[in-house]
């Protein structure tokens, strides 16, 4: 049996769900079911099941990146996404990021019954998964692009927040991945570490202040996330190759445009 876990924030279509489709006949069984994103994300993690039926459009919650986190953790985890939320490139991506059918609500038995079909034929035809193999390197994980989708979104997150004190489990959290496996994510698809990517936005954000002469280097320290004016132009001369204010010298020398 196929351990399915359903997730929508309409207790009426998780009924419905669990009780008119005919699972067993399917060789699946109901393992789980969530009213929200976040305790959908907590019962996959948990239950590891073979499928998630999933809303996409629930409070608090962006559903491309919980399916994005899930499909870079679980490659093997088919989904079907159903959802009353029409919009062509929206479900475009959710099929890039392996998705296997986006059905819009309310949905016909037979259109849930072909998307069930179609989840546990692929399942059927998975190869076996190599003896201590990455996600990413699994081969289920073929043509989905989550985990670029993730470190993305993260890389976003993080130019927006790079001034404040911001940590690996802040954008981890933003992304709904752990920070170990995102860490994992921004090595392969960065070729960088997090801290390494963080310390880099905020020297960019810093030579962008550095144009206003109005400001001191302390202020533009503070502004870029350091709260210590030596340590910030020491990362400075040792990403860019000058002072602060060599760099600020070099910009005043430059002829007006």
Request: proline share 4%; net charge negative; aromatic share 8%.
């Amino acid at each position: 049996m196929y351990r399915v876990v359903l997730v929508d924030d309409e207790q009426i279509i998780l009924d419905g769900l669990s009780r008119a489709v005919r699972w067993a006949d399917m060789g699946c069984a109901v393992a789980g079911t969530a009213g929200n994103g976040e305790e959908g994300l907590r019962l996959v993690r948990e239950l590891k099941p073979d499928i998630l039926m999933t809303d996409i459009r629930m409070p608090n919650m962006d559903g491309l990146t919980m399916i994005a986190a899930l499909r870079s953790e679980f490659p093997r985890l088919q989904i079907a996404v159903l959802t009353a939320f029409r919009d062509f490139e929206y479900a475009q991506t959710a099929l890039n990021l392996g998705v296997c059918r986006y059905l819009l609500k309310p949905s016909k038995m037979d259109e849930l019954y072909e998307a069930i079909r179609l989840m546990t034929d692929r399942l059927d035809a998975l190869p076996p998964l190599p003896e201590g193999a990455e996600p990413e390197d699994d081969p289920a994980a073929a043509g989905s692009d989550a985990g670029n989708f993730i470190v993305r979104h993260a890389l976003e997150y993080m130019r927006e927040h790079c001034a404040e004190h911001l940590s690996l489990a802040d954008v981890a959290a933003h992304v709904y991945v752990s920070q170990w496996h995102l860490s994992k994510l921004i090595n392969r698809h960065a070729n960088q570490s997090f801290f390494d990517l963080l310390g880099r936005m905020r020297i960019d954000r810093a030579k962008a202040l550095l144009a206003d002469s109005s400001l001191r280097v302390h202020d533009v320290a503070e502004r870029s996330g350091y709260s210590d004016v030596a340590h910030f132009s020491k990362s400075f001369k040792r990403i860019t190759g000058v002072t602060p204010g060599e760099y600020r010298d070099g910009l005043a020398a430059q002829p007006a445009k």
